[in-house]
Nanobody, 123 residues
Framework: VQLQASGGGLVQSGGSLRLSCAAA????????MGWFRQAPGKEREFVAS????????YYVNSIKGRFTISRDNAKNTLYLQMNSLKPEDTAVYYC?????????????????WGQGTLVTVSS
């Protein structure tokens, strides 16, 4: 599956953004989907994941209560609603897919990646 992330931009601290990830060329509804982020000089970090049926979501502790992952299988699209943004959320955000619900936080288990979209949060 080919993935394309969009929706990043510059926002003030406390603001909101919604990222989208459009999928093509595969059976989107059969994949577990995830969001990762990578800040300058840091390793890629797991942010959130969602099962194929949307029944199970999982978040890194630092964004719980502020970010919401969702998907629309009819539109082949993954979303990440980001509220109450903080400067430390500044990073390039990537969407990714994997066939199984195991090792959700390990980027090595994801086999398709979007190109990334930059989110910059100013203080």
């Amino acid at each position: 599956v080919q993935l394309q992330a969009s929706g990043g931009g510059l926002v003030q601290s406390g603001g909101s953004l919604r990222l989208s990830c459009a999928a093509a060329g595969g059976t989107f509804s059969s994949y577990v989907m995830g969001w990762f982020r990578q800040a300058p000089g840091k390793e890629r970090e797991f942010v959130a994941s969602i099962s194929w049926s949307s029944t199970t979501t999982y978040y890194v502790n630092s964004i719980k209560g502020r970010f919401t992952i969702s998907r629309d299988n009819a539109k082949n699209t993954l979303y990440l609603q980001m509220n109450s943004l903080k400067p430390e959320d500044t990073a390039v955000y990537y969407c990714a897919s994997k066939p199984r619900e195991s090792g959700l936080t390990d980027p090595r288990g994801y086999d398709s990646w979007g190109q990334g979209t930059l989110v910059t949060v100013s203080s």
